[in-house]
């Protein structure tokens, strides 16, 4: 049996990892591409901190980084959603501040997007630079509008990234539609079913048909337009407003349903953690989107059947039982949706939980083993 006090501090490590909140620490890096006759590309990089601020130290960590590609005319501050939703959940994200013209070149975006990829990863390994030993080898491409669009170009025949997730992206010049027959890593394509900007059935959709990704998804909000992805932005809402507005559902509608299926996949494939049963149902059970999913595989190990019911009955009453099938030792840890440690406990295999002091609602059943999450699953409670 564990020694009580270092199961007492493991379950303390366990739940600060899990739920901590970074500060958000930002700083401007240029680099240069010697292929393209040194071309210099500014970028915006926000990363997580102890302490928030311009160049502070980045926290303790080895973390997964986003490359984004921002839209037409749209300059990288318009995404601070997605800096104030990500960085505090342990992401890097780097903004390319380059083609924000009135006549941006595609295909020079992309480019500069698909070159990030890994000079952002070279800071890794450079004993100089802030990020040195900060950044792991998970990483996602993403984009919104032209951005959007350069992002399949960027992923083109590119093995060098996880993942690709895109917002109402429009088909650029060369042709995203094009450029998607040749992108093979898993790819998420959210849409906003009102855009008028970038209309799904002439961007997105054709797009989401052409990938030979073995998986991807794609969700189409409901009421959704083609700015509101974003914060406020001048240019774009005002080119929308030519296009019949902004959609039926406010800016705060669309960001918290983007952000409820965003924040799973990143989770899935940045960060391994096991919950693809849930993103899978909560695109069913959701009433804000309608979507596609067409996967051939998962992209990390899939659970044997017995491990896809590991937990149950779910929902539960006043107990559920594990089915582990083996004798290993393992820590079974229960949170509430606000990550706050209910419950936590050494099991073994086919043990029944009983869980009669907690109320019912929704909460979220973790269990490691030596201190690697084994399995991570959604309970709900109704009596």
Known sequence: ???????????????????????????????????????????????????????????????????????????????ENFVDTLIPKGYIIAFPRTEGSMSPSHEEFGLDLRFLVNEVYGLNSDNLSLFY?????????????????SAFLAAQNNTDITTMITFAAANTTPSSITAAQDVTVPVLVFSGEEDGVAPPADHQVPMYDSLASDCKTFISIIGGGHCNFANDNFNCSFGELTTGGSGSITREELHATLFSFLKPWLEYYLQNINIWDDFT??????????YDLSCTQTGLTE????????????????NFQLNLNNNEQYTLIIFNIDGQNLYSKEIYSNQKIDISHLKNGMYIVKIFNDNEEYYSKKLTIIR
């Open 303 to 318: 659970f044997s059947n017995n491990e896809k019911n590991l937990i149950y009955p779910n929902p539960a009453n006043n």
């Open 281 to 290: 149902d909560s695109l069913a059970q959701s009433n804000k989107i309608t």
């Open 133 to 149: 030993g900060a950044i792991n080898t998970e990483c996602a491409i993403m984009g919104h509008s032209m951005g959007g669009g």
């Open 1 to 79: 049996m564990k020694n009580p006090i270092y199961f007492s501090i493991l379950v303390l490590l366990i739940s600060c990892q899990l739920f901590s909140q970074y500060e958000i620490g930002h700083t401007t890096i240029t680099f240069e591409d010697s292929a393209r006759a040194n071309r210099q590309i500014e970028t915006e990089l926000y990363y997580p901190a102890n302490t928030a601020g311009d160049n502070v130290a980045i926290a303790a960590g080895s973390f997964p980084y986003i490359i984004f590609g921002h839209g037409f005319v749209m300059s990288w501050d318009t995404y």
